[in-house]
């Protein structure tokens, strides 16, 4: 097993995610308060697992980008009229 495999199914704290994503800890809770990270409780404290948030994060970047191209098209379009 390569440490790919061993970190994918790694269980993670809001400081582990934090240095993950490379945001502050703070940005981490005011994400789980929107509902805008998949993540789950134990006790009062929360965890994310590495293969959610590598989910979680792709559909983001993908929306991102699809977001951006259809303002780019949109504006190449006024630009036409």
């Known amino acids: 097993m390569d440490r790919f495999d061993e970190m994918k199914d790694k269980v ?3 400081q582990e995610v934090s240095t993950y994503l490379r945001v502050h800890p703070s940005t981490i809770y005011r994400m789980l308060k929107k509902n805008l990270l998949p993540a789950f409780r134990v006790g009062s404290d929360w965890r994310f697992t590495v293969e959610a ?3 979680w994060r792709a559909s983001v970047e993908s929306g991102v980008r699809a977001a951006a191209s259809t303002t780019a098209e949109s504006a190449q379009s006024d630009a036409r009229e």
Do not use: E, M, N, R
Request: aromatic share 0%; glycine share 0%; charged share 35%.
């Open 53 to 55: 948030i590598d989910k």
């Open 12 to 14: 993670l704290t809001v």
